[in-house]
């Protein structure tokens, strides 16, 4: 064998395996939160898709004024799906996706909330979702990237040149994993802030705004875990020696 399994591998397969049973365990906890409130209306009554217009209405235009190169306004987009809800910069749209955007629950509300907070975010020139953005380009060819020339460094003998060139950018992965935990966190913050202050779901109701909203951002956590221990899994490779 090329790499024969020692105890190291075994503790890696462990840790791998944990972190994947968590990742789903997060994963199935979104859906069962979701699926608990998007029963309960929230207090406006109004759908997804009108709050987060009517929040960028009210909140992002000053930011806009001052900020967005393209002056433009966010605009506001189904998407096929299902929790497919994101913000794409580079197009200035915020994508619902139908339960999201067709919806009037408190879950709903959360996730079109958190999504328009991201607007704010990049309209504010928010730091850490500046560093993202300029770790994104480098993290996304480090994530495909890095794990391929670390095994090609170990078969061709070009240990440690090319294997700590792999290491050296799956690790801009991991910044940007790291990185993405302020973000999400910052625009739940900021989501409850913008569905109380507008009466968009009452008091009673926000305790289950922010499970939902932590339900989401738990599995950001998971997706930083998950990359930190594939660079420890790099990191040990490296320092191999056919």
Do not use: C, W
């Given at each position: ?140 060819i480090g994530s495909q990237a890095g794990p391929i020339l ?6 061709f003998s070009l240990t440690p040149i090319l294997a700590l ?78």
């Amino acid at each position: 064998m090329l790499f024969p399994m020692g105890q190291e591998d075994t503790i890696f397969i462990v840790l791998i395996l944990i972190v994947f049973a968590l990742s789903l365990a997060a994963q199935s906890r979104v859906q069962n939160v979701f699926r608990r409130y998007a029963d309960t209306p929230a207090a406006s009554g109004k759908t997804g898709s009108r709050i987060a217009r009517e929040l960028l209405a009210a909140k992002g235009s000053a930011a806009r004024e001052e900020h967005d190169e393209m002056g433009r306004a966010a605009r506001v987009e189904s998407i096929t799906g299902h929790l497919t809800d994101h913000y794409d910069p580079r197009t200035h749209v915020v994508r619902l996706s139908p339960e999201v955007a067709n919806g009037t629950s408190v879950s709903a509300a959360a996730i079109a909330a958190h999504e328009v907070a991201h607007v704010l975010q990049y309209e504010e020139e928010y730091l850490p979702i500046k560093l993202r953005g300029a770790i994104l380009p480098v993290a996304q060819i480090g994530s495909q990237a890095g794990p391929i020339l670390v095994f090609v460094g170990l078969i061709f003998s070009l240990t440690p040149i090319l294997a700590l060139v792999g290491v050296g950018l799956y690790t801009f992965a991991v910044l940007f994993q790291v990185a993405t935990l302020p973000v999400e966190l910052n625009a739940s913050r900021r989501a409850m802030k913008l569905l109380a202050d507008g009466g968009y779901i009452s008091r009673e109701q926000e305790p289950q705004a922010r499970k939902m909203l932590r339900a989401a951002a738990s599995t950001y956590v998971l997706a930083a875990l998950a990359s930190f221990v594939t660079l420890l899994r790099l990191i040990m490779l490296s320092r191999r020696r056919r």
